[in-house]
């Protein structure tokens, strides 16, 4: 095993020419913690990002939400999701807000254009005022107001912001998700994530266990088990509400219809959790987590080498590839007047194990 960190993971050239080379590590594990593949370093630490939204939901999941306020799935999939802020996904934020008593004011992650082009430039024809809805956290957000709401807990900022590192409901999701990586609590590193919420840092390998264990929670106390069948059923059904028209997590969901549950992170981050089975009859549940080090800045290196992993681990069938074919795993590089001047590809190939 390598003594860096990361490794060349995506190479680009120009004519004939390697002009940049991206850096990556990857590690996949099975939910017996078992090592199945990797590149680079499996215990480099960082942060999830947004790839913990399905953990940062697992709480109030546990504690009963989806039943007491009569969510239905494509709700629990906003919950979980960094949407693009179509109407569709605030009209969905908005119904979770009537059944839960949230306002959308007391959402403290902020305001940003959508990331949906096309719902950006309506809203600017429109003169429609940005509001918190339109954030992609707003979900998450909404979820973790009506989870303080639920337990009857302060949360807006004049009491104990529901945010705050120390508020009962962090406190909780980071028990719950340092259970899920099955490391001691002290050992997951926290910040401050762009939304104002707390965010995790664990190793590679701790984040793929999380993500394996939630497509086969089957080892888990029958609770934790539940709540994980109950929200990768909401993503990959509604994969729409994880992202949107704009979005690889949306779009590689679609095209497998159920058998992975994908969520990328800001800063070159993504996991992935593969359902039994998906590599054949027989075949574990894999959980797979990456980190791009350079931050994936225009977004194009992620997807990439997320294709070309799950069809190294046999997962992913042509017909799916075909479907995800703009996103690679190769792709054309083409200049301002749409002429083609180089490509991008893959370089690495998976440690297994033998």
Excluded at 85 to 94: I, L
Excluded at 143 to 168: C, K, N, Q, T, W
Aim: charged letters at 20%; glycine letters at 8%.
């Amino acid at each position: 095993m390598s003594t860096l960190p990361y490794l060349p993971i995506l190479s680009l050239t120009r004519g004939e020419t390697v002009e940049s080379i991206h850096y990556g590590a990857i590690t996949v594990v099975n939910p017996q913690n078992e090592l199945v593949a990797s590149y680079g370093d499996p215990e480099v630490v960082t942060f999830l990002r947004s790839s913990a939204k399905p953990f940062q939901a697992m709480p109030f999941v546990l504690h009963g939400g989806v039943e007491t306020y009569h969510l239905t799935q494509e709700e629990l999939a906003l919950v979980c999701a960094s949407h693009s802020g179509t109407d569709e996904h605030v009209a969905v934020a908005k119904s979770i807000q009537a059944k839960t008593g949230v306002k959308e004011t007391d959402l403290l992650c902020g305001v940003h254009a959508p990331s949906h082009q096309p719902t950006a430039k309506a809203l600017e024809r429109r003169g429609e005022k940005l509001t918190s809805n339109r954030h992609n956290c707003s979900g998450k957000h909404t979820g973790m107001v009506a989870f303080s709401r639920m337990l009857s807990l302060p949360y807006g900022l004049e009491e104990h912001a529901y945010i705050a590192m120390d508020h009962p409901i962090q406190k909780e999701i980071v028990q719950n998700f340092a259970e899920m990586c099955n490391l001691p609590v002290d050992q997951v590193k926290l910040g401050i994530d762009g939304c104002s919420a707390p965010n995790f840092a664990v190793p590679l390998r701790s984040a793929a266990l999380a993500f394996a264990r939630l497509s086969d929670p089957s080892g888990l106390p029958e609770s934790k088990a539940l709540a994980c069948r109950k929200i990768f059923s909401a993503m990959t059904s509604y994969p729409n509400m994880v992202g949107g028209p704009d979005s690889f997590d949306t779009h590689l969901m679609q095209a497998t219809r159920g058998k992975i549950v994908c969520k990328g992170g800001a800063e070159g981050y993504q996991a992935l959790g593969v359902a039994p089975g998906a590599a054949g009859a027989g075949s574990p549940a894999l959980g797979i987590t990456f980190k791009v080090s350079d931050g994936d800045y225009r977004e194009r290196v992620r997807p990439a080498i997320a294709l070309f992993i799950l069809s190294q681990l046999g997962v992913i069938t042509e017909e799916e590839l075909k479907a995800l074919a703009n996103y690679g795993p190769t792709f054309d590089i083409y200049n301002w007047r749409k002429l083609l001047v180089g490509k991008a590809a893959p370089c690495f190939s998976l440690h297994q194990p033998a």
